[in-house]
């Protein structure tokens, strides 16, 4: 019995030693040196090649490296009735509001516009709106995004939140549902999207969704590429509609040098670093999985396939 | 009797409809209209004209129009007995706190250098140390400085302190005194300095100071251009020493556009902006101020001119 990283251009070994350094005694195996495909019960998974999940006659739980599971509930190799499992962690919640408020406060005191002026030696200062009247929405109110909207709200920036259900956070009014993202896009001057990727929250940023934006909106994209209907984005910021964005992640990454966001002056680029799951700080977890696998136990942070997360 | 609005290149108009928002039966003037130099009870300064201080025989009060008084302390004109007062107000130290953090978390995370990789559509991903260890040295730990550091505490910043006396803050250690400024420097990854600016904190940020912080330590002033050594700093970031700065506050305001600061790309450069009195939020202290004078109570927020805050 044996749990198999399989995480090609990861630092594998790096993840062993960490899976190790919990617990000696455990059979950790790194693809591709599988040994006998039989003894694998549990694969750590991250840009499984196609078709490697369906090796393993005997799996019965995938762990995401990350908090997003779409990577492996999209795989058509998964075998049904495999348990998925993602990562929660305060390292990567924490990661992840550190960014999204850079992100904010980059945009809110026009940090590169200061860049810009500097090129120019331009000594101008820019205004800064009001933080009455002035929002944050966050798309995706799960442990992350709480994590991120308390952050916001200690630097006293007005948090909006929606979701898929009603939740309730101090201080955050929280939009659910499509009947309400209209009032909440409506009411929010940068928008945040930090959601899961399923087939409904699939191309969510989008013309129309910009277009529900007050004025000169910002939008920072720190979930996923395929949230983002990239040429909408574009249009938009060219209309003047959105005054920049800040993103993250990419429909293809790395992102290609030819794609027309790198020309964009008022769009930020980072090379999907927001927030990076650190072996040191989940090993414990993924470890934790696999004995209460072996014991017959309910497994952490499993994901329900039918909702996506 | 009446209140002066000294502060040439300001909109003076604006804060004199502030005020008489505040109390429409105010007497108020805005220089170069005094009026009967007799009548000037209290005047609200801001780069005031060498010897405009000493014009008005019945001066009681000087106010700034910000949290610093050096501007006023140091002008010879200033009459023996004048109280001098300075604003203390929640958005001024929420604007701090914001810019702080951004230019901490920026420098954290590596967005000036994912700026220089976009402009050459380099997908290079940089690290991020870890957070243990790490610290964000504050210097200055009058209320500017606690809201900072409560800031930098909500993101999981490890804070220090460094105050002339013994102060107390939860979670982070106060270093007291010349005696223990070389301890909080060698433990210091980020510099802050929010230091009032006097006689013994003039040229503080100087060759001997940033020697004692960690090699490739990060210097953010927000204080005064006179408290930083511009040349000492250029050559500790060109030794490779100091990893860059962020300035907001310069020797000379505007930055002439001959400084070498402004091709040095690892200085953030801003026009002093990291936190601006708005009028709407300071009128009512310094109308109550005003009424205290005529009522002869004890002042708001006045300084003691010995120690120089």
Redesign the interface.
Known sequence: MALLLLMPGRDMQGWKKNLLAVDGALDVRVWPDTGNLDEILMVVAWNQPPGSLALFPNLRCVASLGAGVDHILSDPALPPGVAVTRVVDAQLN??M???V??AV??H??S??R??E??RE?K????P?PP?EGYHVGIMGMGVIGRTVA??LQ???FRVLGWARTPKSLPGVRVFAGKQELDEFLSLSNVLVCLLPLTPETKDILNRHTFSLLPRGAYVINVARGAHLVEEDLLEMIRSGHLSGACLDVFRE???P?DHPF?QEPSI??????AS?TRPESVASQIVENYRRLLAGKPLLHQVDPRRGY
């Open positions: 924490r990661m509001a550190e960014y408020c850079l406060l980059h809110y005191r940090f590169g200061y860049e002026h500097k030696r000594w101008v200062q820019e800064v933080a308390r952050a200690a630097l006293e990454e790395p992102l040098p790198w930020m680029i980072t090379p999907h670093v990076i």
